[in-house]
């Protein structure tokens, strides 16, 4: 079965640089969250998105930006990045807003140097 | 707002052993319930979840949760664990408590279970 497709899938960065993170979700979901994983953390909720509108809001940094396409890909936009910005950074899919589960990709591990 | 705990860190059990991972959260409304794993540095796979009806849910891999209202409590069970079950366990709770989406996912600390031959 096709699962959610993130890339990079490793990325190294400098800081002050930016970053372009990118998700691709299960084929007829709608709805894609962001979440980001530092070492020996859980996940933090970041923003998602639900037929290309914004639907929820977190622990965003101002720095970062996100959207969703018309194919309902989405890419998490991170600028001037900070060593703290080290982590691993989910994608997750599902078919609506309501009580649907989430299912999530593989990640995309940043570290910044 | 809402939060998830994980009491245990870190649970050793031996192969074959039954197991439970415990589960406690806070929500203003009703609940959806999830237990995903996780293996290091992969992505995070989705157990099995709660949103209603019956409180004993099945899930994959031969785990089951029951949901507790009356104490919070979501916890994970399995019978006879097998070393492959050797992982981080996370519950997370979701739903729309006078928010904007349901989706929003809020995960607990995580246990790691290390699994004795």
């Known amino acids: 079965a096709a699962g959610v497709i993130q890339s990079p899938r490793h990325l190294i960065k400098e800081k002050r640089e930016t970053a372009t993170l990118k998700c691709y979700p299960i084929?007829?979901?709608?709805?894609v969250y962001w979440y980001q994983q530092g070492p020996g953390q859980d996940p933090q909720f970041l923003i998602s998105?639900?037929?290309?509108?914004?639907?929820d809001k977190g622990s965003i940094p101002d720095r970062f930006s996100a959207q969703q396409f018309s194919d309902y890909h989405s890419e998490l936009n991170m600028s001037s990045l900070e060593l703290g910005d080290s982590a691993l950074y989910f994608c997750?899919?599902?078919?609506?807003?309501?009580?649907?589960?989430?299912?999530f990709g593989p990640g995309t591990r940043l570290t910044v140097t | 707002a809402q939060s998830v705990t994980q009491p245990d860190i870190h649970i050793t059990v031996s192969e074959g052993a039954s197991l439970e991972l415990r589960c406690n959260y806070s929500?203003?409304?009703?609940?959806?319930l999830f237990w995903y794993v996780q293996s290091p540095g992969q992505g995070l796979q989705l157990l099995l979840k709660y949103f209603s009806g019956d409180t004993l849910v099945q899930g994959i891999k031969g785990f089951e949760a029951e949901f507790k209202r009356s104490q919070s409590s979501f916890n994970l069970r399995k019978p006879s664990v097998h070393w492959s079950d050797a992982a981080e366990y996370f519950c997370?709770?979701?739903?729309?408590?006078?928010?904007?989406?349901?989706?929003?996912?809020?995960f607990g600390q995580g246990t790691i279970l290390t699994v004795h031959p």
């Open positions: 998105f639900y037929e290309k509108m914004q639907s």
């Open positions: 929500y203003g409304a009703t609940p959806y």
């Open positions: 084929p007829r979901h709608d709805t």
């Open positions: 997370a709770v979701g739903g729309n408590a006078g928010g904007t989406s349901y989706g929003k996912l809020t």
């Open positions: 997750a899919s599902s078919t609506t807003t309501g009580p649907a589960e989430q299912y």
